[in-house]
């Protein structure tokens, strides 16, 4: 008997490291990010931001003593990131996916996560598209969509005095002509008349500007509104400089033009009064949760964090807290209620607001401030920064079930 | 229609096709006198911004910056055609070989680049002197635009003058036309072509450099600007320096007037004129593959 019962503990205490490794299994995220070319900074930032957000909640920890684990691959094109997705989930096991920069990608995962029924958390591409026209439940987004930017653009304009013509430049896909759509629908909601004197494509990456910004300058728009990304807003600024575009008419970019490498790549050719916002601010909200992701993320990388890095900051706390919610990572349908109507704290909220995730659509709803270039050295090696902020609040922004529903008749 | 617009929208086009000029001369250079399509041409666009970059960071000054770029790309240029392009010359794959090793050449230079200098996007100021603009009437021109046309038609006027007064030009010419009887006459036709391609790439990374001031220095930019000067090639000729000259002057100012008066449409522009050139001459505007005729 006395043997029999020293066996049993013999096995017990032999298992137990397994069934300890077991309660400490992690959960997989498979997470895509452009981590090379013109989008790679991105792509390095939401790697590092990722880092911090797992350590935080792993530190939280979760049901079950499990850890958060996420795996990054770079992801290329749509075709080659549908790949990496669907290995991610037969393979590797992925609970959720995560991240991707562009657009297009983005949309093209989200039919490996319709598909196959696994949670897609997007962290920062910004098409509407995919929170409206192209909804499916499986999808939730950690930052703004265009819609939003430009629609609080739209607000600025109708507070600006003293303007009538508008003339548009963008890059000639998706993202630049969405931003157009969504602006000129803003201003026509809220009755603002206009005259359009121009609309302008040149090719994404294109390398010189010289001739638009001559036709620019010859139609005379009272506001170039433009949707550059990335190093495209930085050549724009400085082609557009010496020919004085900034003292003829007002340079408004509400959606990406405020993102702080173009500050940081610009110095002191970014002139001053340009009118400008981006998906996270580093001196706005003046809030200590905003100073202390910034100061971490500055602490991890040795430099300041862009724009993207917050949504995936965000986007870890989000999956996090629907498991937190649900107690375990294998029922999705439970976790995507648990996301459902989420509030989650953003570093970049105002004090006062919590994001919160619209049932509906399941984008996140966020405060978005827009500001205008004024010298500041705070952040080096920028020179200038955003102040002088106008702050829209987030229910005047999303949802707008007036704009899907256009969306999905125009979009068809 | 008023005057001024259109003197503005020519220089604007002017501008533009000093820059894609100075890529697409030496693109023609090598294949008119080496008889190689160098795919990766662009990368020298892209390590002269680079070496640019690297050259103003350490010595604060954008002359030494424009001269390293320069040299930095001719030098990179040679070491390609001495240690690589020169092994498949004349070989019966010599074709698909060309396009098979410039094309590797384009993805290691680009992420040689990324590697050493990282794949985030960097600028570079321009220098005081070219910092303002004057004005021409009611237009505004920055003096930056006006210094890269004159530096495109200085490389103009003595390409001019190198290839029809000097013997080395008229040697360079002859090697365009028959390479085997150069060297039996007893020129080292090896020599020159390496110091063409050496020359040839050095002019890419001169548009590298003196772009950079204007742009953003980042990886990729050498595949964005070899698209324009191929178009400005093939409208020239293929092989033809002037042809190349004639091409980018015919798409700086067509891509300028596209962009006043039919901005929708404006990018496809340049493809409609190298379609037309086509099918009315396929050879090029500038007759047969011949450097300087």
């Given at each position: 008997?006395?043997?029999?019962f020293?066996s049993?503990?013999?096995?017990?205490?032999?298992?137990?490291?397994?069934?300890?490794a077991?309660?400490?299994?992690?959960?997989k995220?498979?997470?895509l990010?452009?981590?090379?070319g013109?989008?790679?900074?991105?792509?390095?930032?939401?790697?590092?931001?990722i880092k911090?957000?797992l350590d935080?909640v792993n530190?939280?920890g979760?049901?079950?003593?499990?850890?958060?684990?996420?795996?990054?691959?770079?992801?290329?094109?749509?075709?080659?990131?549908v790949?990496?997705?669907?290995?991610y989930?037969?393979?590797d096991k992925?609970?959720?996916?995560?991240g991707?920069?562009?657009?297009?990608?983005?949309?093209?995962?989200?039919e490996?996560s319709?598909?196959?029924k696994?949670i897609?958390?997007?962290?920062?591409?910004a098409?509407?598209?995919l929170?409206?026209n192209k909804?499916q439940?499986?999808?939730?987004?950690?930052?703004?969509?265009?819609?939003?930017s430009?629609?609080a653009?739209a607000?600025?304009?109708?507070?600006?005095?003293?303007?009538?013509?508008i003339?548009?430049?963008?890059?000639d896909?998706?993202?630049?002509?969405?931003?157009w759509?969504?602006?000129k629908?803003?201003?026509?909601?809220?009755?603002?008349?206009?005259?359009?004197?121009g609309e302008?494509?040149?090719?994404?990456?294109?390398?010189?500007?010289?001739?638009y910004?001559?036709?620019?300058?010859?139609?005379?728009?009272d506001?170039?509104?433009?949707?550059?990304?990335g190093?495209d807003?930085?050549?724009?600024?400085?082609q557009?400089?010496?020919?004085?575009l900034?003292?003829?008419?007002k340079?408004?970019?509400?959606?990406a033009?405020?993102?702080?490498e173009?500050?940081?790549?610009?110095?002191?050719?970014?002139?001053?009064?340009l009118?400008l916002s981006?998906?996270?601010?580093?001196?706005?909200?003046?809030?200590?949760?905003?100073k202390?992701?910034?100061?971490?993320?500055?602490k991890?990388?040795?430099?300041?964090?862009s724009?993207?890095?917050?949504?995936?900051?965000?986007g870890?706390?989000?999956?996090?807290?629907?498991?937190?919610k649900?107690?375990?990572?294998?029922?999705?349908e439970?976790?995507?209620?648990?996301m459902?109507?989420?509030k989650?704290?953003?570093p970049?909220?105002?004090?006062g607001?919590?994001s919160?995730?619209?049932?509906?659509?399941?984008?996140?709803?966020?405060?978005?401030a827009?500001?205008?270039?004024?010298?500041?050295?705070q952040?080096?090696p920028?020179?200038y920064?955003?102040g002088?902020?106008?702050?829209?609040?987030?229910?005047?922004?999303?949802?707008?079930?007036?704009?899907?529903?256009?969306?999905?008749?125009?979009?068809? | 229609?008023d005057?001024?617009?259109?003197?503005a929208?020519?220089?604007?086009g002017?501008s533009?096709?000093?820059?894609?000029?100075?890529?697409?001369?030496?693109?023609?250079?090598?294949?008119g006198?080496?008889?190689?399509f160098?795919?990766?041409h662009?990368?020298?666009?892209?390590l002269?911004?680079?070496?640019?970059y690297q050259?103003?960071?350490?010595?604060h000054n954008?002359?030494?910056?424009?001269?390293?770029?320069v040299?930095?790309?001719?030098?990179?240029?040679?070491?390609?055609?001495?240690?690589?392009?020169r092994?498949i010359?004349?070989?019966?794959?010599?074709g698909?070989?060309?396009?098979?090793?410039t094309?590797?050449?384009?993805l290691?230079?680009?992420?040689?680049?990324?590697y050493?200098?990282?794949?985030?996007?960097?600028?570079?100021p321009k220098?005081?002197?070219?910092?303002?603009?004057?004005?021409?009437?009611s237009v505004?021109?920055?003096?930056?635009?006006?210094?890269?046309i004159?530096?495109?038609?200085?490389?103009?006027?003595?390409a001019?003058?190198?290839l029809t007064?000097?013997?080395?030009?008229?040697?360079v010419?002859?090697?365009?036309?028959?390479?085997e009887?150069?060297?039996?006459?007893?020129?080292?036709?090896?020599?020159?072509m390496?110091?063409?391609?050496?020359?040839?790439?050095?002019?890419?990374g001169?548009?590298?450099?003196?772009?950079?001031p204007?742009?953003?220095v980042?990886?990729?930019?050498?595949?964005?600007?070899?698209?324009?000067?191929?178009?400005?090639?093939?409208?020239g000729?293929?092989?033809?320096?002037?042809g190349?000259?004639?091409g980018?002057?015919?798409i700086?100012?067509?891509?300028?007037f596209?962009?006043?008066?039919?901005?929708e449409?404006a990018?496809?522009?340049?493809?409609?004129?190298?379609?037309?050139?086509?099918?009315?001459?396929p050879?090029?505007?500038?007759?047969?593959r011949?450097?300087?005729?």
């Open positions: 008997m006395k043997m029999r020293v049993i503990l013999v096995i017990v205490a032999l298992l137990m490291p397994v069934g300890m077991f309660s400490a299994e992690t959960i995220i498979g997470a990010y452009t981590m090379t013109r989008g790679g900074q991105y792509g390095k930032d939401s790697e590092v931001a911090i957000a935080e530190a939280k979760l049901p079950g003593g499990k850890k958060l684990e996420c795996i990054i691959t770079d992801d290329k094109n749509p075709q080659y990131a790949s990496v997705a669907k290995r989930i037969t393979e992925a609970k959720f996916l995560f991707i920069i562009s657009s297009a990608i983005g949309l093209a995962v989200t490996v319709k598909e196959y696994v897609f958390v997007g962290s920062d591409h098409a509407t598209d929170t409206a909804f439940k499986y999808y939730f987004r950690s930052s703004n969509n265009t819609f939003q430009m629609m653009g607000y600025y304009l109708a507070e600006m005095k003293g303007w009538k013509k003339a548009y430049i963008g890059p896909y998706a993202y630049g002509r969405d931003q759509m969504e602006v629908w803003g201003l026509d909601k809220l009755g603002i008349k206009y005259e359009v004197v302008y494509w040149p090719k994404l990456y294109e390398p010189d500007y010289t001739s910004i001559t036709a620019i300058m010859k139609q005379a728009p506001v170039l509104i433009v949707g550059f990304w190093g807003t930085v050549s724009f600024i400085k557009a400089k010496p020919y004085g900034f003292q003829k008419m340079y408004f970019h509400p959606d033009g405020g993102n702080y173009a500050m940081a790549s610009l110095v002191d050719d970014m002139p001053e009064g009118i981006a998906r996270h601010h580093l001196n706005w909200p003046d809030t200590a949760a905003n202390t992701y910034i100061q971490k993320f500055y991890a990388a040795g430099r300041y964090p724009y993207a890095a917050e949504g995936a900051y965000v870890i706390h989000m999956i996090a807290e629907a498991i937190r649900v107690g375990n990572a294998d029922d999705t439970a976790l995507v209620k648990a459902e109507g989420m989650i704290q953003c970049e909220d105002p004090a607001f919590t919160w995730i619209d049932p509906a659509t399941h984008q996140i709803v966020q405060v978005q827009i500001g205008t270039t004024v010298k500041n050295s952040f080096p920028a020179k920064m955003l002088n902020w106008k702050v829209y609040p987030a229910d005047k922004l999303w949802p707008n079930m007036e704009y899907v529903e256009y969306l999905k008749k125009v979009k068809k | 229609m005057f001024t617009t259109l003197i929208q020519f220089i604007s002017l533009v096709a000093m820059l894609i000029f100075l890529v697409a001369s030496g693109l023609t250079l090598i294949f006198v080496v008889n190689v160098n795919f990766a662009g990368s020298f666009y892209l002269g911004s680079y070496f640019a050259a103003m960071g350490m010595f954008f002359w030494i910056g424009m001269a390293a770029g040299i930095g790309a001719g030098i990179v240029g040679m070491l390609m055609e001495f240690f690589f392009l092994r010359y004349g070989r019966t794959e010599e698909p070989f060309q396009i098979l090793m094309y590797s050449f384009i290691i230079l680009d992420d040689a680049v990324k050493i200098w990282g794949s985030e996007y960097k600028t570079i220098p005081d002197a070219l910092m303002g603009s004057f004005s021409l009437g505004m021109v920055p003096s930056y635009n006006v210094f890269i004159i530096v495109g038609l200085a490389i103009v006027l003595f001019w003058y190198f007064k000097t013997d080395t030009g008229k040697k010419r002859a090697s365009s036309l028959d390479r009887m150069l060297g039996l006459l007893g020129t080292n036709v090896p020599v020159i390496t110091v063409v391609f050496g020359v040839a790439t050095a002019m890419g001169l548009a590298g450099a003196m772009a950079a204007l742009r953003t980042t990886p990729g930019a050498g595949v964005e600007v070899i698209i324009d000067s191929l178009i400005v090639v093939v409208i000729g293929f092989g033809n320096f002037w190349a000259l004639l980018a002057l015919i700086g100012q067509v891509l300028s596209g962009i006043l008066w039919w901005a449409l990018t496809v522009a340049s493809f409609v004129v190298m379609i037309i050139v086509l099918i009315v001459k050879q090029g505007l500038l007759s047969k011949g450097v300087g005729r």
